[in-house]
T-cell receptor
């Protein structure tokens, strides 16, 4: 069964304490893996798209990497404003543009 | 990216009634989608809104319950019909700007509570 699993479900960090979020997937024919940030009461905000194993993307304190089975979102020296739910989604083979989402990691960064 | 707005932003409705949610994009887009995000759960695709033809529904979702319109390349509506408390959720519109681009951009969502 095609599936996307994110871990941990929740993560609490001190400001400046770097860490990583994990997204593992079991789909055939991956066409893209996406990371989104979602703040309470808002829609998901697009962060990155990764297409192939070995690819990396960076934006400010965030860096996303991709292997054949999983993706990591590395957060370097986080700030309280990085607190949010981080969602991973995959787009896999087929004619439709269907995304399968994970349940997200709720990140809290304390000052 | 794309600037996407949704109306209403939130609503409280009585069971048995219907609510129509609007999604407006600031530029023409090829693909528009409707998702549901139930409390504590991930986003689930309801349907793809096709311009000029019937929407394509995912397994578990039917047109009678969730009729969708897309009259042009910048606007779509989702109706939640004959609502029950189980329909309480956040409903999200997303767009793909160009065919093959694959990245989807999301609207702010409509938070629905059914009593």
């Amino acid at each position: 069964e095609d599936q996307v699993t994110q871990s941990p479900e929740a993560l609490r960090l001190q400001e400046g304490e770097s860490s990583s979020l994990n997204c593992s997937y079991t789909v055939s024919g991956l066409r893209g893996l996406f990371w989104y940030r979602q703040d309470p009461g808002k829609g998901p905000e697009f962060l990155f798209t990764l297409y192939s194993a070995g690819e990396e993307k960076e934006k400010e304190r965030l860096k996303a990497t991709l292997t054949k089975k999983e993706s990591f979102l590395h957060i370097t020296a986080p700030k309280p404003e990085d607190s949010a739910t981080y969602l991973c989604a995959v787009h896999y083979g087929g004619a439709t543009n269907k995304l399968i989402f994970g349940t997200g990691t709720l990140l809290a960064v304390q000052p | 990216s794309a600037v996407i707005s949704q109306k209403p932003s939130r609503d409280i409705c009585q069971r048995g009634t219907s609510l129509t949610i609007q999604c407006q994009v600031d530029s023409q887009v090829t693909m528009m989608f409707w998702y549901r995000q139930q409390p504590g759960q991930s986003l689930t695709l309801i349907a793809t809104a096709n311009q000029g033809s019937e929407a394509t529904y995912e397994s578990g979702f039917v047109i009678d319950k969730f009729p969708i319109s897309r009259p042009n390349l910048t606007f779509s509506t989702l109706t939640v019909s004959n609502m029950s408390p189980e329909d309480s959720s956040i409903y999200l519109c997303s767009v793909e700007k160009n065919r093959g681009e694959e990245t989807q951009y999301f609207g702010p969502g409509t938070r629905l509570l059914v009593l």
